[in-house]
């Protein structure tokens, strides 16, 4: 059974930091193109950052230079690193893995950016 589990979202003033983690079992891990999606309310979800199997990453035009994903396989575990938060950058976090384009969701971290 796979699962990926989302962990780290909460509460925190614009300007402040949070790190995001999401744990996979089920999976092959090390094979896995993993992803940071977010889904605001009434707007689409829409890809955040992404790494694949390598190190390779991209984000979104809206997060680069304050926000960085890593993986650590031995942990199969993927992380988003999120600084200097604004509030737009509130919404439901979710954890994606994808393979050969079949792809895998955890069920989602709230983050509220708010003073």
């Known amino acids: 059974q796979v699962q990926l589990v989302e962990s780290g979202g909460g509460l925190v003033q614009p300007g402040g930091s949070l790190r995001l983690s999401c744990a996979a079992s089920g999976i092959m891990f090390s094979f896995y193109d993993m992803g940071w999606y977010r889904q605001a309310p009434g707007k689409q979800r829409e890809l955040v950052a992404r790494i694949i199997r390598g190190s390779n990453t991209n984000y979104a035009d809206s997060v680069k230079g304050r926000f960085t994903i890593s993986r650590d396989n031995s942990k199969k575990t993927v992380y988003l690193q999120m600084n200097s938060l604004k509030p737009e950058d509130t919404a439901v976090y979710y954890c994606?893995?994808?393979?050969?384009?079949?792809?895998?969701w955890g069920q989602g971290t709230q983050v509220t950016v708010s003073s």
């Open positions: 994606n893995a994808n393979f050969n384009g079949y792809g895998y």
